[in-house]
């Protein structure tokens, strides 16, 4: 039977139960991030990704929150509900099918409905003043409504119809099946911070990192179009700061499984060279053989001009636009709302300088590249 046949009974919402085996940090002492490396066992499906693929995962919401909710409810937890996906107790539906973090605005309205003295609420939810909103829920979840409004009285049924639906999370693959079969492995960034006086957690990213170890992990492929190129003679261009780098790290192990005989380039960048350097082991054996041909790093906070990314692609714009000219193609993974636009940004400036091009020249030379699937970008 052939291996795909067995992955068909699991779908995106009936998710292959993957085990945790390695839940490694790539930090070392001093770091200000708490990066982790994960390695789920996927025995038994046969399933077929491949690199540059995501992998949906499907998180447990922590029980200490939703018991802390419970508890402030005034509720036991063992309450009948009908959740979004179905008809359970109160406890199990803060746990696996409600989204108890964030607030919904289903749920400010109910507050600013129920609430006596909430004026406040009640003006930041007219439409003018959404992003007055948003300030005002940066750093804020469910739970803080329901400890400063104690007067609101919810059966569990109401609570849980204000809630939005739990969503999984996508997190691109930093393994190659070919170098490692039955296995995916991510590189995931462990959401932790403080606000009004609480430690918060990010949902699924803490599930993998403090409480999967017992269960199973719910896990589907994602298919992406971010693609290694057909030919193993192209040469690459990876730039991956921080988890960005993750599915460089595939791309890496499945050009070295196949032989690829094409040059690689990888941009890695983070804070700090002494804590921050995610796989420098893999990395360096890799240039000392000569298959990672190059490798840049940029560190943020290890002097006091921060270097990034983009700096080093500057410093580079000939050899880069070398590499381009050859036919290489390059690839751009991580932080979209700053990272992504100021390599953009770069790639273009190089374009323009080394390639003697105007800016509308350029401009089209970029969209070519893009239409030749020569420019991918994985940013989240
Ligand atoms: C295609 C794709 C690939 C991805 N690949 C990766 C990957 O390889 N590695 C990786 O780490 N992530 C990746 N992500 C991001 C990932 O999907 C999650 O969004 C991330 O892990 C956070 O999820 P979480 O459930 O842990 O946090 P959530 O529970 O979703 O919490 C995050 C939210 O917390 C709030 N928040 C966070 N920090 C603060 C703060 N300091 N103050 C106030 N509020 C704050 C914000 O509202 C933020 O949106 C990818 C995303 C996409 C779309």
């Known amino acids: 039977m052939p291996e795909t046949t067995a992955a068909a009974p699991y779908t995106r919402t009936n998710p292959f139960p993957g085990k945790l085996v390695v839940n490694r940090s790539l930090c070392g002492e001093g770091s200000d991030k708490d990066t982790r490396h994960f390695e789920i066992d996927l025995k038994g499906w046969g399933l077929n990704y491949e690199v540059g693929d995501s992998m949906t995962v499907w998180p447990t919401n922590d029980p200490a929150l939703a018991d802390e909710i419970i508890k402030t409810l005034g509720a036991k937890g063992d309450e009948p509900v009908k959740s979004p996906s179905r008809e359970t107790t109160l406890r199990e539906a803060l746990l696996r099918d409600c989204r108890i973090t964030q607030t919904t605005p289903k749920f400010l309205k109910a507050v600013a409905e129920r609430a006596n003295a909430a004026p ?13 909103l948003d300030t005002y ?12 409004h104690p007067s609101i009285k919810w059966t569990p049924q109401e609570f849980v119809e ?21 296995q995916v492995h991510f590189t995931i960034d462990v959401v932790h ?16 990192a403090e409480r999967a170890e017992e269960v199973s992990v719910p896990v589907f492929p994602n298919t992406s179009k971010f693609r290694l190129p057909e030919d193993g003679n192209t040469p690459i261009i990876m730039v991956g700061p921080g988890t960005g780098v993750a599915p460089f790290r595939a791309f890496l192990q499945e050009r070295k ?6 040059k690689n380039w990888l941009f890695f960048g983070s804070q700090k060279s002494a804590c921050n350097y995610f796989y420098r082991e893999e990395f360096e054996e890799y240039q000392s053989d000569g298959f990672l041909t190059r490798r840049d790093l940029a560190w943020s906070r290890d002097q006091e001009k921060k270097v990034y990314v983009q700096d080093l692609m500057m410093q580079n714009a000939a050899e880069i636009w070398k590499w381009l000219e050859e036919g290489g193609q390059f690839f751009v993974c991580g932080d979209a709302r700053r990272m992504a636009k100021d390599v953009d940004a770069a ?15 350029t401009n089209e030379f970029v969209e070519k590249l893009k239409s030749d699937k020569r420019y991918k970008r994985d940013v989240y």
């Open 120 to 132: 406040l609420l009640t003006d930041l939810l007219k439409p003018e003043r959404k992003q007055d």
């Open 137 to 148: 829920l940066w750093g804020m979840e469910v739970i803080d409504f329901l400890i400063e």
């Open 162 to 182: 204000v809630l939005a639906k739990l969503q999984p999370r996508l997190y691109s693959i930093s393994s190659s099946l070919k170098a490692r079969p039955d």
């Open 193 to 208: 911070y403080e606000s009004r006086g609480r430690m918060r957690k990010g949902v699924c990213s803490t599930f993998l």
């Open 257 to 262: 499984a196949v032989g690829a005989k094409g």
């Open 347 to 361: 790639l273009r400036k190089i374009i323009q300088q080394e390639g003697g091009r105007s800016e509308d020249a």
